[in-house]
């Protein structure tokens, strides 16, 4: 298994992964939104 200095990467790229979908989720929505008030 990983020692705990990986676990501490892993943590960490795994918090800025779950950022980056939260604010990727966050841009699609208000692109889509943006999208289907033009298409309306």
Partial sequence: MASGNDIKAAEATYSGFI??????????????IIV???IA
Avoid: E
């Fill in 19 to 32: 950022n980056l979908f939260k604010y990727g989720m966050i841009g699609v929505a208000i692109v889509a």
């Fill in 36 to 38: 289907i008030s033009l």
